[in-house]
């Protein structure tokens, strides 16, 4: 019988058949797979088995701690990096947060600075003056305020204003003339005179203050109405008295002159024919509508006569 043994393995070999023998289930002998022999163990041998057992489940136990330090090394490792992300998730809440209630501050601050100058504003003097547009409207009776537009082509003052102010005021601009196609309501009164002057007045009454304007006549010349581009899209109209604002490759704007209410309202449904029928919506003076290219137009009856057009390309 041969024998091969050490502390890191056993191993023998049959006398019979020379296969490797194999512990039995009893652990008192060795046995041969292949032709059955059986070779007791004497009581040396089996010593030496124990040994190499307990060395075996010693190391194996050493195996196993190191895998589970490694192991909670890794879970450690884990939840520092999980820590770490929920430390700078509340640092980033803890940023948004604050910009949040900075911008708050900021834009209560920016308000409050708004307001008090206009507090200023309201109750500082301001002169009326003595040319210009300012000589088309009756003076407000208020002797503070500001004057924010002062040119050839438009004006513009703000007045603090009691309750009755705003009715009193619009009743001093009728008597001054302006009653051509007026459109009144509780907090706003618009309305033009003989000469085509537009008077704007509007009554804030959350700030106690009331909003005059003035706006000069359009010029109008003659015009020639577009045969290409944007503008062609639409019917000429009726009148060719007018101005036109802007005509580029995505939009055409222009004002024509000598439109009544009428005339508005069958530039209108002739435009609706020429194929502006899409989405439309018609008033007695507002229309809009898009064709089947997706250009979309507004018309509006300004007053006095006069109609705006605006015409935009399709949206990409």
Not at 190 to 206: D, H, I, P, T
Request: glycine share 6%; proline share 4%.
């Amino acid at each position: 019988m041969a024998e091969k043994s050490s502390d890191a393995d056993f191993h023998m070999d049959c006398v019979k058949c020379n296969g490797a023998m194999e512990l039995s289930d009893d652990g008192l002998a060795l046995e041969c797979p292949y032709c059955g022999n059986r070779e007791p163990l004497d009581a040396a041998t089996l010593e030496r088995l124990r040994a190499i057992d307990e060395k075996e489940l010693a190391a194996e136990k050493e195996r196993t701690r190191a895998e589970l330090k490694k192991q909670q090394a890794e879970w450690e490792r884990k939840d520092e990096a999980k820590r770490k992300r929920r430390r700078v998730l509340r640092i980033l809440a803890c940023i948004f947060f604050f910009l949040i209630l900075l911008s708050a501050a900021c834009s209560a601050i920016e308000d409050a600075l708004y307001e008090r100058e206009q507090v200023q504003k309201l109750n500082s003097s301001y002169d009326w003056p003595t040319s210009g547009l300012a000589q088309k409207i009756p003076q407000p009776k208020s002797t503070t305020g500001y004057i924010s537009l002062n040119y050839s082509d438009s004006f513009d003052i703000e007045v603090p204003a009691d309750e009755g102010d705003y009715d009193e005021y619009l009743e001093e601009c009728r008597k001054w003339g302006f009653t051509v196609d007026p459109v009144s309501g509780r907090t706003s009164y618009k309305a033009y005179n003989s000469e085509g002057y537009r008077l704007s007045v509007y009554n804030w009454s959350a700030s106690g203050t009331l909003d005059i304007s003035i706006d000069a006549p359009l010029e109008m010349s003659d015009i020639v109405w577009p045969s290409n581009g944007m503008g062609a899209l639409l019917p000429v109209p009726p009148s060719l008295k007018g101005m036109i604002e802007s005509e580029y490759v995505s939009g055409f704007q222009a004002y024509v002159g000598g439109m009544s209410p009428e005339a508005f309202s069958v530039y209108a449904d002739a435009c609706i024919a020429a194929g502006f029928n899409v989405d439309y919506r018609k008033r007695n003076d507002y229309f809009y509508g898009e064709n089947a290219d997706g250009a979309h137009l507004n018309l509006e009856y300004e007053g006095f006569n006069t109609m705006s057009i605006h015409l935009y390309a399709p949206e990409k």
